[in-house]
Each structure stands twice: as structure tokens, then as C-alpha cells.
């Protein structure tokens, strides 16, 4: 089967994901290929102008979105029928029905040609993710290594990072806290200025009361993403965990700030509320 790579970097370049935050942008390995002999532009050909319309279409009416791509899944074959899964699954994640999800990725993964082993493994990721969102702990596991795999074989290291950062998420909610963590080590030894990597492994390791080695972590998060208000968030609770009051006052407040109204903002407000004010200086007597 002839695959249109230019489609598939429009496919995986916009809408939005079963999993925030867990598929970054197009790998450059999509993206700066030359197009292949007899290839058409994405621009101009009929395929990436129906998925660009059902893509808008998801975020201004995801249940037509879902519809309208259920339709043409049913209706094409090939590319034309991958997107549209492709589509379905983004509409279908809009909407929560997780099961829809799972199908749709599965099917625009399963029916990616072989060698476009990087769009098989952001669509195998996606599938993952939706069955985590499900509840499928051990169905998401057994997506999400499959999709590991498809990754290696692409050799993108910013894939590998993202299936493992993923894994590492799925392996938490089993209770392989240090599997979880050996992924988390891999995604980012290959994407080490990755800031989810990082934040994942600072979580991980307050969890498992290793507050120094967090504290390294969560720092390094920071840096490379000083705004990111799930950071600030997760830099208080270590610093209040470790007895650093101050520090964790200073850190939920930054995510007050810098993202008022942001769900991390409402949950730094909380936690603000729980540790109380400060303690103020009490001021010397003077003498009798």
C-alpha cells in the first residue's frame, strides 16, 4: 500500500491528544523528508483537505467529528481510511468514548505500512494512551510496548522517549514503581531536555520518599520549563515534604501567578490554604 507521507505529518502535526502533554510535535524525520516520486503536495490534495476540515470539526463539534469520520472510514481504504481513523480517534477522545478511541488508533496504526514505523509508533502511543484513560491498565501495557518497539525500530529518539515516558505512566498504576522508573531513566537519557521526563521522575521519586533525588529532579524540570505550572505545583509538594515550608509557599505561589486559573493553580491555592500563613517574627520585649 502506498502511504503519503506529507499526510501523515499534517495527521500527527494538529489535533489534539488522548493524553496531554504525551505526543509532542512532528518527529524530523516526517517532516523534512523530500516527497517520494509521483507524491502529491499536502497542500493541494484532496485527502489533507478533509482531514484538515475534520479536524477543525473535532474542536467545534466533536460528536459531528466523529460521525463525519466514522463515515469516511467506512467509505475508503488506505490513506484516505487511516486518517479518518485517525480523526475518529481525536473525535472520540474528545468525547471520552475511550473504547472508539482505542479501536480508531489500533486500526490507523495497524494499517500504517511498515516502513513508516514513526507514524505506526505516535499512533500506537495514542491507542496506548486512550486505553489508559479507559481504565485498561494491562491493555494500555501491552499497547504501549508494542508501540516501544515500533519506535526503536524508527530509530527517532524523541519517540522512544515518549513510548517509555508513557509505559513509565502505565507501569505507576500497576505498582512497578521501579520498572516505571528504568523507563523514566530511558526516556531521558534519549530526550534529556524533555521536561515531562523529568517531572515524571521527581513525582515517582517523592512517591517513593527519595526527597533528595527529587528535589535534583524537579529542579531540572524547572529549568528546562521555568512556566510550567505542574512543575511549580510538584516543586512545593517536595518542598513541604522535606520541611522546607517557605520554599513550597514560594513555589505554589509562582504557579498562582503564572497561570491563574489553571487547574495546578487551584490546587497550589489549596494547598496554600492547608499549610497556613507564615509564621510572622515575633518582635523583641522591650524591658520594664
Excluded at 72 to 82: D, G, L, M, Q, V
Excluded at 215 to 227: D, H, M, V, Y
Excluded at 252 to 262: E, F, K, L, T
Amino acid at each position: 500500500m502506498a502511504l503519503l507521507p506529507s499526510l501523515l505529518v499534517l495527521a500527527l502535526q494538529v489535533g489534539p491528544n488522548p493524553n496531554a502533554g504525551a505526543l509532542p510535535g512532528v518527529p524530523d524525520e516526517l517532516l523534512n523528508r523530500p516527497p517520494r516520486p509521483g507524491e502529491e503536495s499536502a497542500a493541494q490534495s484532496p485527502e489533507s483537505a478533509w482531514l484538515a476540515a475534520c479536524l477543525e470539526q473535532v474542536t467545534v463539534d466533536p460528536a459531528r467529528a466523529h460521525t463525519l469520520a466514522q463515515l469516511r472510514r467506512n467509505e475508503t481504504t488506505s490513506t484516505n481510511r487511516i486518517l479518518a481513523n485517525h480523526c475518529l480517534g481525536l473525535a472520540a477522545t474528545e468525547l471520552s468514548l475511550w473504547n472508539d478511541a482505542i479501536t480508531a488508533f489500533k486500526a490507523a496504526r495497524d494499517e500504517t505500512p511498515d516502513e513508516e514505523m514513526s507514524a505506526r509508533a505516535r499512533f500506537g502511543t495514542m491507542a496506548g494512551n486512550a486505553a489508559l484513560a479507559s481504565g485498561d491498565i494491562g491493555g494500555a501495557r501491552a499497547i504501549l510496548e508494542a508501540a516501544k518497539r515500533d519506535a526503536q525500530i524508527s530509530a527517532s529518539a524523541e519517540l522512544q522517549s515518549i513510548a517509555a515516558t508513557d509505559l513509565a505512566r502505565t507501569l505507576v498504576e500497576l505498582g512497578e514503581s521501579d520498572a516505571a522508573l528504568a523507563e523514566l531513566e530511558t526516556a531521558i537519557t534519549l530526550s534529556p531536555d524533555r521536561a515531562e521526563g523529568w517531572l515524571l521522575k521527581a513525582t515517582l521519586l517523592r512517591r517513593l520518599e527519595r526527597l533528595d533525588e527529587a528535589q535534583l529532579a524537579i529542579e531540572r524540570a524547572g529549568q528546562i520549563a521555568p512556566t510550567d505550572p505542574q512543575i511549580g505545583l510538584e516543586a512545593g509538594v517536595i518542598a513541604v515534604l522535606a520541611g522546607r515550608d517557605e520554599a513550597a509557599r514560594a513555589s505554589w505561589q509562582s504557579v498562582i501567578d503564572i497561570a491563574p486559573g489553571d487547574p495546578a493553580a487551584l490546587s497550589a491555592q489549596d494547598y496554600l490554604s492547608q499549610l497556613g500563613p507564615p509564621p510572622t517574627a515575633t518582635s523583641p520585649q522591650e524591658p520594664s
